[in-house]
């Protein structure tokens, strides 16, 4: 079995401070993980993956996301958020992505 | 790169109606597409795994005849929410996997409204 637990429901931050989203996992097998970003009434858009190798993983707008193994944990973090970072975010595990309960990140101006 | 379409983005429809949903991946072919549940302020809930010629395989709690699957291509699939009432209502989201385990893509979403 496994499951993916986001310890934060919702984070505010200032625009241009950094920002930290939490993501636990549990899984008996290997895991592949990603973290989705979804804007209102949209789809689910890929910031990134680990599925092996490095644990520091780059993705797209800025984000990143370290794979800690003794931890079970996949944080995502973003040094310097904006305004349209806005959205809800939500960490994933394979194989049949079973999703987190997603937070939901707002920027303030 | 891999895109999914997702036909219609909103429907609404009287209690009772049957309402059809398409996802279509319009650049790779996709043996096996999810269909997911996602209520207000909620994550996604897996409904059920698609696969190309096959049955559908649903998750635990979800209503087979009330929630039809078809994958009849590599290419489409199509979920049929059949008398709908309004605790249908909800923001239902298709994904298509492509060539390797990674290849999640969704779609844009469909939000149902049953009146």
């Known amino acids: 079995a496994q499951s993916v637990t986001q310890l934060d429901s919702q984070v505010p931050v200032f625009e241009e401070a950094p920002v930290e989203l939490r993501c636990n996992y549990s899984?008996?097998?290997?895991?592949?993980l990603f973290w989705y970003v979804q804007y209102p009434n949209q789809g689910l858009q890929l910031l990134l993956k680990y599925l092996s190798g490095s644990t520091l993983v780059k993705g797209i707008n800025g984000f990143e996301a370290e794979f800690n193994k003794s931890q079970t944990s996949f944080h995502l973090r973003k040094p310097s958020v904006h305004i349209s970072d806005t959205a809800e975010y939500f960490c994933?595990?394979?194989?049949?992505?079973?999703f987190g309960q997603g937070t939901i990140l707002t920027v303030h101006p | 790169g891999a895109v999914v379409s997702q036909h219609p983005s909103w429907v609404i429809c009287k209690s009772g109606t049957s309402v059809k949903i398409e996802c279509r991946s319009l650049d790779f072919q996709a043996t096996t597409m999810f269909w997911y549940r996602q209520f207000p302020k909620q994550s996604l809930m897996l409904m059920a795994t698609s696969n190309e010629g096959s049955k559908a395989t649903y998750e635990q709690g979800v209503e087979k005849d009330k929630f039809l699957i078809n994958h009849a291509s590599l290419t489409l699939s199509t979920l049929t929410v059949t008398s709908a009432h309004p605790e249908d209502s909800s923001f239902y989201i298709c994904?298509?996997?492509?060539?390797?385990?990674?290849?999640?893509?969704f779609g844009s979403g469909t939000r149902l409204t049953v009146v």
């Open positions: 994933a595990v394979r194989r049949k992505l079973t």
């Open positions: 899984s008996s097998v290997s895991v592949y």
């Open positions: 994904s298509a996997r492509s060539v390797g385990f990674d290849g999640y893509t």
